[in-house]
């Protein structure tokens, strides 16, 4: 079955403490991307990816890194988590040609930062 | 700077009646794509419809329908004989032909009444 998968589903951390949101595709995908969603904001993009070894910084890259070293993953790091990075957390992932709009959003994750 | 702006943050309609979703987007390209997704309680982000600006046709997908007026700016999504499955948070999105980033809106909530 052709997914985007992240773990873990929920997670509630203490400020300070590193973690890493894991995110894979198995669709073979190219174009992977990294959101946000706040009340009142919609999805915010963090962090995009046009292929391995190829980053780029979205709307709200503050606090966060990600690394793209193989086609299928794409993980997300909160270096030292802050209270106003709670949020819920969506991967996706698409081709990466001129007529390739559909994006396929993994299940999100629910981060609580206290 | 792209912009999208969906002024309804909730909305309401009755089983079987017809509803209107309104989305209004800023941006100086003339080639981009058009989305609406739907988040319903399990978060799952669904693609419901999209519109390639270059079309002049709206596209329809079975109850689900968009009112797309280039000129305008606007890109509405009507939800025909909606159904009590079809509450949930309904958001417009833009994204540059092309390009990688996928600018969002706020979302309304749509509940549908019995």
């Known amino acids: 079955e052709a997914q985007v998968t992240q773990n873990p589903r929920y997670l509630i951390t203490v400020t300070g403490k590193k973690l890493t949101v894991t995110c894979s595709q198995n669709?073979?995908?190219?174009?992977m991307s990294w959101y946000r969603q706040d009340p009142g904001l919609g999805l915010r993009q963090i962090y995009y990816?046009?292929?391995?070894?190829?980053?780029d910084k979205g709307d709200v890259p503050e606090g966060y890194k990600v690394s793209r070293k193989e086609k299928r993953n794409f993980p997300l790091i909160l270096e030292s988590p802050s209270p106003n990075q709670t949020s819920l957390y969506f991967c996706?992932?698409?081709?990466?040609?001129?007529?390739?709009?559909?994006?396929?959003f993994g299940p999100g994750t629910r981060l609580t930062v206290t | 700077a792209q912009t999208v702006t969906q002024s309804q943050p909730e909305m309401s309609v009755q089983e079987a009646e017809t509803v209107t979703l309104s989305c209004t987007y800023d941006?100086?390209?003339?080639?981009?794509?058009l989305f609406w997704y739907k988040q319903p309680p399990s978060r799952q982000m669904i693609l419901v419809i999209r519109?390639?600006?270059?079309?002049?046709q709206n596209a329809t997908e079975n109850r689900f329908s968009v009112n797309f007026q280039k000129a305008a700016k606007s890109f509405s999504l009507k939800i025909s004989d909606s159904q009590l499955g079809d509450a949930a948070m309904y958001f417009c999105?833009?994204?540059?032909?092309?390009?990688?980033?996928?600018?969002f809106g706020a979302g309304t909530r749509l509940f549908v009444k019995a």
């Open positions: 999105a833009y994204r540059y032909l092309g390009g990688f980033k996928t600018i």
């Open positions: 669709m073979n995908h190219e174009y």
């Open positions: 990816s046009m292929n391995v070894e190829v980053t």
């Open positions: 941006t100086s390209e003339s080639d981009y794509y």
């Open positions: 519109q390639e600006a270059y079309k002049q």
């Open positions: 996706a992932s698409s081709l990466s040609g001129l007529n390739s709009y559909e994006q396929y």
